[in-house]
């Protein structure tokens, strides 16, 4: 079964940045979409973006857009959220999910913190 | 505040069965027949449970089924086991302003 393992998570100040990575040991990714979903403290699920296959589209929601970006390294089997500009709401647990398509997130690692104080 | 919504909590006692609500609206859920549900147990990554509305991916116990009627998607837990309390998100896909996926707000089940 596929393990997603991601890492670079922690505290930073605001206005910093932070790239939190997802490796899949023993499986590749290529030919799978690749999602990072959040959950602040106490919160709900929150789609953060996707990026395609081959890294040719990027979604994102609107509130981190211009701020958050996803790319892939498919050679390296890795893939990455860039956060510039972190805000305090921005402090959650990220997940790294594969994404099969349409919201099914069939695999997802055990998560990164990020913690932005206020 | 989540564009689908979710009641905050339900509860049901071993055996019974129970039903979880998702609202969301003719751009959503009542456009596209891709509604996923995600089981969450405290400190734990969740788990899809339920994709495309209905299908139980492999592994998952049939007790777990997904239903929709216009922009109003369910899951269902029939049999309740005490290992089934978990909060319970639905997900879906809109395309209004961009492509996006969202999440429902979570419902707490409390097995009792």
């Known amino acids: 079964e596929m393990q997603l393992v991601e890492s670079g998570g922690g505290l930073v100040q605001p206005g910093e940045s932070l790239r939190l990575s997802c490796a899949a040991p023993?499986?590749?990714?290529?030919?799978?979409?690749v999602a990072w979903v959040r959950q602040a403290p106490g919160k709900g699920l929150e789609w953060v973006g996707n990026?395609?296959?081959?890294?040719?589209?990027?979604y994102s929601l609107a509130s981190v857009r211009g701020r958050f970006s996803i790319s892939r390294d498919n050679a390296r089997n890795s893939v990455y959220l860039q956060m510039n500009s972190l805000r305090p709401e921005d402090t959650a647990m990220y997940y790294c999910?594969?994404?099969?398509?349409?919201?099914?997130?069939?695999?997802w690692g055990q998560g990164q913190l990020v913690t932005v104080p206020s | 505040q989540s564009a689908l919504t979710q009641p905050a909590s339900v509860s049901g006692s071993p055996g019974q069965s129970i039903t979880i609500s998702c609202t969301g609206t003719?751009?959503?859920?009542?456009?596209?027949?891709?509604v996923s549900w995600y089981q969450q147990h405290p400190g734990k990554a969740p788990k899809l449970i339920i994709y495309?509305?209905?299908n139980r991916p492999s592994g998952v116990s049939n007790r777990f089924s997904g239903s929709k009627s216009g922009n109003t998607a369910s899951l269902t837990i029939s049999g309740l086991q005490a290992d089934d309390e978990a909060d319970y998100y639905c997900?879906?896909?809109?395309?209004?302003?961009?492509?996006?996926?969202?999440f429902g707000g979570g419902t707490k089940l409390t097995v009792l």
């Open positions: 999910v594969r994404d099969f398509g349409y919201n099914r997130f069939d695999f």
């Open positions: 023993g499986f590749t990714f290529t030919g799978f979409w």
């Open positions: 990026i395609a296959e081959d890294g040719s589209e990027t």
């Open positions: 003719g751009s959503n859920i009542g456009r596209y027949n891709y």
């Open positions: 495309e509305v209905t």
């Open positions: 997900a879906t896909f809109t395309a209004s302003a961009t492509l996006e996926d969202i």
